[in-house]
């Protein structure tokens, strides 16, 4: 661990160049039985974002809306390349879903592939989205030609650290996600100072990929976190236990990203016992709180430990991690990382500072920290208020800096590392015509970390069934955010000024 940071990047896009440059012939990227060595990984990434400068990205958007794959993975750096802000979408989402994300983000280009066209093709003609890209698969967009040709280059100019690199959108306490705006400069200071506290060995590193592409963990911690270290990226298309194993065990993974949900379906998987680890040399954890005994039953069984981090998409996505070497305290997520500042403050005025051991509000500030919100001029004046990011999480500092998150201060669950926003549900469910009230909140999971309950109270005189509302709410959401379960009841628990007492609510939903 150092406070030092190690080489910052102009931008990733430089920062793939110059993998290119010193270790060309090495394996960059693998995906079922696919390899690029580095040479070809930039010659695709640059044939892809020259055709995107010719159809006018430049300075604009470019939505993505790929599984995990070769073409999503060079897709992401294409869009960087050709001076274009990347829009990745969970491919998973309904059309409902997307609908709002293209609508706010206004993409010049859609990148798509098989599995999502049948959502994606109709909202480009509803939206009027001239240009829409189909990659991979039958009839899409392959690499080959541009691997193949030598004279495939990135195109000119290449993007400043000033240039937006990615609007991520993530959910919003209205129901409406929300796109966090992140430079280049802010993507790739968070890369080294992720770096500084966990440095990899250059040129030797296999990592796997788990996590869905689109999502922030997995770009920094995986898809960007091998290119800086000149390592090979071994790609999953989804998450399979077995297959996890195979490969940890087969491609020699030295670096395991993943979150919670992944760490515990493993353990609990048959054929885990007997497995060889003897490879890994570190799992990261984040995007949703690890439980102690994981942590502990995971680094028994395996001798490889999990470290675990805090941030989030307006943070680069980086705040704080447990540096390799630090002693793991129970329940911690680590310190903050370089060049970046954790304080406590009071829920009420956000600005006196707490001492440790008291719980309020975290806030944050350093170089990683977003732009601001996209279209939310209300809600990034709240959110960022003199040089701080205020998180909306609940948590306490120690003696020694190390911080602790105990609450969250906005209505948001964790469902298997996806943060889902309750109000969200509460609207779906209102637009169906037999629905009076509706409201949902998470309660505690054993194996997802929280998952999504709702209470229903119907219209006089109509009939619809519980059964009926969760096939409804199967249409409308992507499946991480559709309730686990259902009630219908007589009223909803409120408070004395008439607002529902979601205190009360969690008690009842969690009973039920």
Partial sequence: MSDELPKVYETVVHMLAAAGENAGDACAISFEGRDLSYTQYLRSVGGFATELVELGVRGGRVA?????????????????????????????????????????????????????????????????????????????????????????????????????????????????????????????VNLSQREAFLPTRPDDETVICIMPLFHVFASSMCLHLTAYCRGRLVILARYRPDVVLDTIEHENITRLPAGPTVFNGLMGFEGFAGRNFSSLVTAYSGSAPLPEETLKQWEELTGCPILEGYGQSEAGPVLTYVAEGDVLKPGSVGRAIPETEIQIVDTDTGTKILPPGEQGEIRARGPQIMSGYRNRPEETAEALRDGWLYTGDIGELDDEGILYIRDRKKDMAIVGGYNVYPREIDEVLFAHPAVLEAAAVGVPDDYRGEVIRALVVVKPGELVTEEALLVYCQENLAKYKVPAMINIVDDIPKTTVGKIDKKALRELATAK
């Fill in 64 to 188: 993505l809306v790929c599984g995990n794959s070769l073409e999503m993975a060079v897709a992401l750096f294409a869009v960087h390349a050709a001076g274009a802000q990347a829009v990745p979408i969970n491919p998973i989402y309904t059309a409902r879903e997307m609908t709002h994300i293209l609508e706010d983000s206004d993409p010049t280009v859609v990148v798509f592939d098989d599995e999502t066209a049948a959502i994606v093709e109709p909202l480009l003609k509803e939206l009027s989205i001239s240009e829409g890209i189909l990659v991979g698969g039958n009839g899409g967009r392959l690499l080959d030609s541009w691997r193949d040709d030598e004279t495939a280059k990135l195109p000119e100019p290449m993007p400043g650290p000033d240039d937006f690199a990615t609007l991520q959108y993530t959910g919003g306490t209205t129901g409406l996600p929300k796109g966090v705006n992140i430079t280049h400069g802010q993507m790739s």
